[in-house]
Each structure stands twice: as structure tokens, then as C-alpha cells.
């Protein structure tokens, strides 16, 4: 980030021009540069994770037996970093982290991040680890990309918010005002699509799809 600068600018004020200035925000939240210049700092932090992986110090995980082994995953400014527990592969993600942050100038959020643990993990060891990383412990990792990041049995609340979605449209919708053909449409092409996206990923709890029949259904004949 050393390497970008700044350009100067000047303010057009009742037909004059001040004098030309140079922000010192440096690169601004829309800059149409910034993806590009998150993805070539970004693509720096992979590489240390996988020269660590090759040089046998960074230990991935893997979720069953056989399975692809995982280190970590990247979209847009979120990251997940998948590791042993131990003290020795904190010492190994905090060296990544800092050498990725002074090469790159940029800050990890401890208040926006979080630690998860395994249930065969001590509770000791989770809380020196913890503490040397400075993130909170999380029991729950909630939904990365818009779905839930499942880590144990999926129950009928881990798809609840799918339900609250196509709620929130039926509510902004008067069905009495519209025709059967307009009704189809909207349940086609609208209710239909809210729980598309997690089925691609994920099987969802059969109560969940049946509740969503009923509520379209309910809008499509009302009280016919």
C-alpha cells in the first residue's frame, strides 16, 4: 500500500477553483481501485498461509475423514482461518497475520473477530488461546455469505430466518388487491427464490419447507 498515492484535488466554489490539495485519508470507501487493491493485498496473506502449510508449521484441519484439508477462506474483506488447537499454531497464525499487516499496512478487527472451538477441545487451553489471540470465544458462528455455518445437529431455527424473509414480503404485499396471475408471478418468482440460495448448500429441515408451502399457498388462494 506504500506504492499508492494519493492524487491532488481541488473544489469547485461559485465558478472558482481553490487550490489543489491532497486528501490524507488515503484510498476512499467507493474508489472504484479498492476491490483491485484488496484482492493483491489479500492474495499476499494466502501465500504466507500456504508457504507455512508447505513448510509443515501451518496445521489445516479437516471436517471428516479423508476430506479436503482447510487453512482458510476469503470473500470480499471476510476471512476464515482454520487451524489445530494449540499453542503452537497460534504462535503461527498471529506470525502470518503480523507479517501480512506490516507488508500491507492494513489492521486485524479484534472486536469483529471471533474464535471457535471444537467440543474435544479443553477449556484451558481454549482460554489461553483465546487470550493470546485477543477474540472473543463464540459458541455459535452464525452465517458467513448469507448461510449458516453448520456445526451441529440443523434444527427448525437454524432455517428460521429464511421464514422471517419471505414474512417480510408477504407483509408488503396486499394479495386482495392482486389478480390469481399476478399472485402466481410473485410466489414463482419471488417466494420461491428466498430459500434457493441455502438449498444450494445445505438440506433444509422438512418443517421449514413446509412452511413456506403454507404461507404461499395461503397468498396464492387467500380465502378462496
Same mark, same amino acid.
Given at each position: 500500500?506504500?506504492?499508492?498515492?494519493?492524487?491532488?484535488?481541488?473544489?469547485?466554489?461559485?465558478?472558482?477553483?481553490?487550490?489543489?490539495?491532497?486528501?490524507?485519508?488515503?484510498?476512499? @470507501?467507493?474508489?472504484?481501485?479498492?476491490?483491485? !487493491?484488496?484482492? $493483491?493485498?489479500? %492474495?499476499?496473506?494466502?501465500? &504466507?498461509?500456504? /508457504? *507455512?502449510?508447505?513448510?509443515?508449521?501451518?496445521?489445516?484441519? @479437516?471436517?471428516?475423514?479423508?476430506?479436503?484439508? !482447510?487453512?482458510? $477462506?476469503?470473500? %470480499?474483506?471476510?476471512?476464515? &482461518?482454520?487451524? /489445530? *488447537?494449540?499453542?503452537?499454531?497460534?504462535?503461527?497464525?498471529?506470525?502470518?497475520?503480523?507479517?501480512?499487516?506490516?507488508?500491507?499496512?492494513?489492521?486485524?478487527?479484534?472486536?469483529?473477530?471471533?474464535?471457535?472451538?471444537?467440543?474435544?477441545?479443553?477449556?484451558?487451553?481454549?482460554?489461553?488461546?483465546?487470550?493470546?489471540?485477543?477474540?472473543?470465544?463464540?459458541?455459535?458462528?452464525?452465517?458467513?455469505?448469507?448461510?449458516?455455518?453448520?456445526?451441529?445437529?440443523?434444527?427448525?431455527?437454524?432455517?428460521?430466518?429464511?421464514?422471517?424473509?419471505?414474512?417480510?414480503?408477504?407483509?408488503?404485499?396486499?394479495?386482495?388487491?392482486?389478480?390469481?396471475?399476478?399472485?402466481?408471478?410473485?410466489?414463482?418468482?419471488?417466494?420461491?427464490?428466498?430459500?434457493?440460495?441455502?438449498?444450494?448448500?445445505?438440506?433444509?429441515?422438512?418443517?421449514?419447507?413446509?412452511?413456506?408451502?403454507?404461507?404461499?399457498?395461503?397468498?396464492?388462494?387467500?380465502?378462496?
Amino acid at each position: 500500500m506504500k506504492c499508492v498515492t494519493t492524487p491532488f484535488m481541488e473544489i469547485l466554489w461559485e465558478g472558482t477553483s481553490t487550490e489543489k490539495f491532497r486528501p490524507t485519508r488515503g484510498t476512499r @470507501q467507493g474508489c472504484p481501485l479498492s476491490p483491485y !487493491l484488496f484482492t $493483491l493485498c489479500i %492474495a499476499r496473506l494466502s501465500h &504466507l498461509i500456504e /508457504e *507455512a502449510v508447505s513448510n509443515g508449521i501451518w496445521k489445516p484441519i @479437516q471436517l471428516i475423514r479423508g476430506g479436503t484439508k !482447510l487453512t482458510h $477462506l476469503f470473500f %470480499a474483506d471476510d476471512l476464515v &482461518l482454520f487451524a /489445530e *488447537a494449540s499453542q503452537e499454531q497460534v504462535e503461527v497464525i498471529m506470525d502470518c497475520l503480523d507479517q501480512f499487516c506490516d507488508a500491507s499496512g492494513e489492521l486485524v478487527s479484534k472486536d469483529k473477530s471471533r474464535i471457535y472451538f471444537s467440543k474435544n477441545v479443553k477449556r484451558d487451553l481454549g482460554r489461553d488461546m483465546r487470550n493470546r489471540l485477543g477474540f472473543a470465544m463464540t459458541q455459535d458462528l452464525c452465517r458467513y455469505l448469507g448461510v449458516p455455518v453448520l456445526h451441529g445437529r440443523v434444527k427448525k431455527q437454524t432455517y428460521q430466518y429464511l421464514l422471517d424473509r419471505v414474512d417480510q414480503r408477504l407483509a408488503g404485499w396486499k394479495a386482495e388487491s392482486l389478480s390469481l396471475a399476478g399472485r402466481v408471478t410473485l410466489a414463482l418468482y419471488v417466494l420461491n427464490g428466498i430459500p434457493i440460495y441455502a438449498m444450494q448448500t445445505s438440506v433444509l429441515h422438512a418443517a421449514i419447507c413446509d412452511h413456506i408451502d403454507r404461507r404461499i399457498r395461503g397468498f396464492i388462494w387467500g380465502s378462496q
